[in-house]
């Protein structure tokens, strides 16, 4: 990795969870465990009275509206039709899954989330009928909650992740020759808005108040990470907040 891509990895090191209760009921951030499900409850009823009525309103609220439209985007531009089982890295709430499933009704989902708290409160309401849902840490597993998928997804979960928890689910996919979708939101270039945002989420995190996010994770770092990991990457589609790959 060149200069350049060090310099990248310094930004995106992951030294700093927040343990920051006000920030938690702020509802901002990133955060270890069951503190995601803590902030969730603040912002959306189904996560303290699960049902149809309140999911629905939960995935396609303001929030969470970008990822309706992304997951339809790809439905576009990518044949499900050669799949059967497909697993969701990180995927709480499951938008998009639900969205793939409602256009792709033969489809299977194992759906997996960190956040042990909201996987059982998904369980209590699952948002469909062909799916299992299970935990999964991407740091400690060895991903036997995902066999017998023959596709994976995971949608802005790479922000979150360590280069090395990122080469993990690489080489799992190579040695299981499985395809990845991943949906890395996109790079905002050197924008002074963009720099400001990182400069501010690196300070907060050094305050141990807010994770910092992989923003500067750009396609040519990206791509650097799969070289290393010795998997391909291409572009599926890019839409207005996420540029999805195809990761072998």
């Known amino acids: 990795m060149n200069r350049f891509g060090y310099f990248f990895k310094f930004i995106n090191s992951s030294f700093s969870y927040t343990f920051d209760k006000k920030t938690i009921r702020l509802g901002k951030g990133v955060y270890k465990h069951n503190e995601w499900n803590d902030t969730r409850k603040i912002s959306w009823d189904f996560y303290s009275t699960p049902s149809i009525k309140n999911y629905l309103r939960l995935i396609f609220g303001s929030t969470d509206s970008h990822k309706i439209s992304a997951a339809a985007s790809?439905?576009?531009?990518?044949?499900?039709?050669?799949?059967?089982?497909?697993?969701?890295?990180?995927?709480?709430?499951?938008?998009?899954?639900?969205?793939?499933?409602?256009?792709?009704?033969?489809?299977?989902?194992?759906?997996?989330?960190?956040?042990?708290?909201?996987?059982?409160?998904?369980?209590?309401?699952?948002?469909?009928?062909?799916?299992?849902?299970?935990?999964l840490d991407v740091k400690t597993h060895n991903f036997q909650?995902?066999?017998?998928?023959?596709l994976l997804m995971m949608w802005g979960v790479d922000s979150a992740l360590d280069d090395e928890d990122l080469t993990r689910i690489f080489e799992y996919c190579k040695l299981q020759?499985?395809?990845?979708?991943?949906?890395s939101i996109k790079f905002q270039k050197f924008s002074a808005i963009g720099i400001a945002r990182s400069v501010r989420g690196k300070l907060l995190a050094t305050l141990g108040r807010a994770r910092m996010h992989?923003?500067?994770?750009?396609?040519?770092?990206?791509?650097?990470l799969c070289k290393?990991?010795?998997?391909?990457?291409?572009?599926?589609?890019?839409?207005?907040?996420?540029?999805?790959?195809?990761?072998?």
């Open 74 to 135: 790809l439905n576009d531009n990518f044949d499900f039709s050669r799949y059967t089982t497909i697993g969701d890295i990180g995927g709480v709430p499951f938008s998009q899954a639900w969205v793939i499933d409602k256009l792709n009704p033969d489809l299977r989902f194992i759906l997996t989330d960190y956040d042990i708290n909201s996987i059982k409160i998904h369980s209590k309401c699952p948002p469909m009928e062909n799916s299992r849902l299970d935990t």
């Open 145 to 150: 909650q995902l066999q017998g998928c023959d």
């Open 177 to 183: 020759g499985t395809s990845l979708l991943m949906a």
């Open 214 to 224: 992989g923003v500067f994770r750009n396609e040519l770092y990206l791509r650097e």
């Open 228 to 248: 290393q990991a010795n998997v391909t990457i291409e572009t599926v589609v890019i839409t207005d907040v996420y540029h999805i790959f195809k990761i072998n």
